[in-house]
């Protein structure tokens, strides 16, 4: 029988190329597509494609190839911010991704591509193909950006100064300081590329989220109620998530830290990472090693050098740690490294974040809230200590912390304060106590309901039959037609 088969397109970054490898290996084993990823890469981060030659050489449900960007040179100054960045690389690499889907030796049918890539929705309509987003975060997120372009006819000066919270049709409100990146400044290129997103959104011919229903009730309703966000939207959602990675094979540095990990009590390590690209300031890494110390926690860092401007700043450069990186004790608290010798261990640059999540030693996470990290940490049962740093992670903070409940976080945002170690020290201890412990048992439940949305039958697993049998219909039709 004819396979169908689909490609998917993932724009640099491992926060957009990890959940596509998921979601194109979820249509491959489950839906039996013959599925395609296309990476474009960034070509300047380790880690980025550390984690590509891994796929390509692991994953045999689908083939990967990886698409280098295009040259950039005179397109864009050194410091453009990334979704302006993104969003130039996607587009000049526009005739890569044709010249690939044309070379392909069973054209697809569908090509699901990610928010940043969604100019390349011009080639699906031109070879007849369906075209799909897939957005690899959040509901509230996405209604958002929907509602940015309504917004910014509606609201008069910087988003940051409004006095009263945005409301968005039948979804949470979002506070005027947790707004995403692109919306703290309207005179950027990158607000204008963001806008562009917003408005793109209505033209493919379904949106896959990253989420599930019971996780997001309300927001998938109102972008599926005609009175609500779905009366702008007018394109079917659906929620097909979580699309987390499963443990990664452990480098011989993680073999230790399981070692380390096995002998400790359970639940009584907190795991400190902040992403593929995030770093703290000097500051902000001294008062993260003191609130490690007064919290007296066992614990696992990944700890980079300090940055000198913004916390994204290593957001297309991350390396794994396998080269030689500096020395931590050159910008760590003095001695402590060795005060903590036995009770914590320092990881340079990169972890196998999700193999020591799964470790039943790990009791809470200290994490910048990127959304794959927010997934991988419920998925495991973990509660989440939010230090977000950029994109849409002060949202996913405020989600995580007050709504879903898995989670604690800042008083005031660590943008505009530097959070102490007291204050750090006092939020791990909310996160690590014993019982009774109610942030740990709603990570529990939320791990249940994660797992339940997956299985064949569950919400999830259903939506993506749903967008499974209506590309398969499609397909067929297609072929009939020519
Ligand atoms: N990651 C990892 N090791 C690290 C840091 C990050 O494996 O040391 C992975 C993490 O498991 C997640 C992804 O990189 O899958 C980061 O995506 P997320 O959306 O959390 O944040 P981003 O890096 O896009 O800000």
């Not at 396998?322 to 001695?335: F, H, K, R, W």
């Not at 259903?462 to 037609?481: E, F, G, I």
Request: glycine share 8%; aromatic share 8%.
């Amino acid at each position: 029988m004819h396979q169908p088969h689909m490609a998917l397109l993932s724009s640099p970054g491992l926060g957009h190329l990890i959940p596509v490898i998921e979601l194109g290996k979820l249509l491959s084993v489950h839906f039996n597509f013959k599925v395609t990823i296309l990476a474009v890469t960034s070509q300047s981060s380790e880690a980025e494609s550390h984690i590509l030659k891994s796929a390509i050489s692991n994953i045999n449900s689908c083939d990967i190839l990886e698409i280098p960007p295009a040259d950039l040179s005179g397109l864009l100054e050194d410091e453009a911010a990334i979704v302006e960045r993104l969003c130039v690389v996607m587009r000049e690499t526009k005739g890569a991704v044709r010249s690939a889907l044309c070379n392909m030796a069973s054209p697809p049918s569908v090509l699901i591509v990610d928010i940043f890539g969604y100019e390349c929705m011009s080639i699906a309509e031109e070879f007849r193909m369906l075209k799909y987003i897939f957005v690899a975060s959040n509901a509230w997120f996405f209604s958002l950006v929907l509602y940015s372009p309504i917004l910014d006819k509606q609201v008069q000066g910087p988003f940051v100064d409004q006095q009263e919270p945005f409301q968005l049709p039948g979804c949470s409100p979002v506070r005027p300081r947790e707004v995403v990146d692109p919306m703290l400044d309207r005179n950027t290129r990158q607000y204008q590329e963001y806008l562009g997103i917003g408005t793109a959104m209505h033209s493919g011919d379904a949106i896959l989220l990253n989420t599930w229903e019971q996780l997001q009730h309300k927001e998938l309703r109102s972008l599926r109620d005609e009175n609500l966000l779905g009366g702008q939207l007018k394109v079917p959602v659906y929620a097909i998530g979580p699309s987390v990675r499963p443990p990664e094979p452990p480098r011989s540095s993680t073999m230790e830290l399981l070692g380390w990990l096995d002998q400790q009590r359970s639940e009584s390590v907190v795991y400190v990472s902040f992403g593929s690209g995030g770093t703290l300031s000097y500051e902000e890494t001294f008062e993260v090693a003191w609130g490690l110390e007064l919290s007296q926690l066992r614990f696992i860092w990944v700890v980079r050098p300090p940055h000198r401007g913004h916390a994204d700043s290593a957001f297309f450069s991350t390396t794994t740690g396998n080269l030689a990186s500096e020395d931590p004790s050159n910008y760590l608290p003095e001695g402590f490294t060795d005060r903590t010798r036995s009770t914590g261990k320092l990881v340079p640059q990169w972890s196998d974040q999700v193999t020591i999540l799964r470790h039943p030693s790990v009791g809470g996470f200290l994490s910048h809230c990127g959304w794959s990290s927010a997934l991988e940490s419920i998925t495991n049962g973990v509660p989440m200590i939010c230090w977000p740093l950029y994109a849409e992670q002060r949202m996913n903070a405020t989600l995580l912390a007050e709504e879903l409940g898995v989670g604690v976080r800042p008083k005031v945002l660590p943008a505009e304060k530097v959070m102490g170690r007291e204050e750090i020290a006092r939020m791990l201890g909310d996160v690590m106590k014993g019982k009774p412990n109610p942030i740990r048992d709603r990570a529990r439940e939320l791990k249940e309901s994660a797992a339940m949305a997956m299985k064949r039958g569950g919400s999830s697993y259903n939506d993506l039959d749903l967008v499974a049998n209506l590309c398969k219909a499609t397909c067929h039709h297609l072929r009939q037609s020519f």
